[in-house]
């Protein structure tokens, strides 16, 4: 079992900065792949962001490349995701996630039985 708690998250005004922080515990954090999903009111939850279990490889979607960028600590068993340049558009309760070992294997199990998530936690951006 792993489990994530996410912190930092809150309110900003547009063109803002925030950075979610994932702190996981049990199994061994640095085998795991990581990531990050968001889910607005009465929309889907949606790809965010992942990266691979040593930190070598991550993968943005086109909606927050150039603004957001994820990266971990496998010392501090954490996973983070920085985000400049805020918009409106960005709020939404954040879920960190982890499955597998490569961003391919995380993409492909995380919404699974293999997926382990956080309780998500809130971003709003007020324009």
């Known amino acids: 079992q792993v489990q994530l708690v996410e912190s930092g998250g809150g309110w900003v005004q547009a063109g803002g900065s925030l950075r979610l922080s994932c702190a996981a515990s049990?199994?061994?954090?640095?085998?795991?792949?990581m990531g990050w999903f968001r889910q607005a009111p009465g929309k889907e939850r949606e790809f965010v962001a992942a990266?691979?279990?040593?930190?070598?490889?991550?993968y943005h979607a086109d909606s927050v490349k150039g603004r957001f960028t994820i990266s971990r600590d496998n010392a501090k068993n954490t996973v983070y995701l920085q985000m400049n340049s805020l918009k409106p558009e960005d709020t939404a309760v954040y879920y960190c996630?982890?499955?597998?070992?490569?961003?391919?294997?995380?993409?492909?199990?995380?919404?699974?039985?293999?997926?382990?998530w956080g309780q998500g936690i809130q971003v709003t951006v007020s324009s």
């Open positions: 996630a982890a499955a597998g070992r490569r961003i391919a294997d995380f993409m492909r199990s995380v919404q699974g039985a293999e997926g382990y």
């Open positions: 049990g199994r061994t954090f640095s085998s795991y792949a």
């Open positions: 990266i691979n279990w040593n930190g070598d490889s991550t």
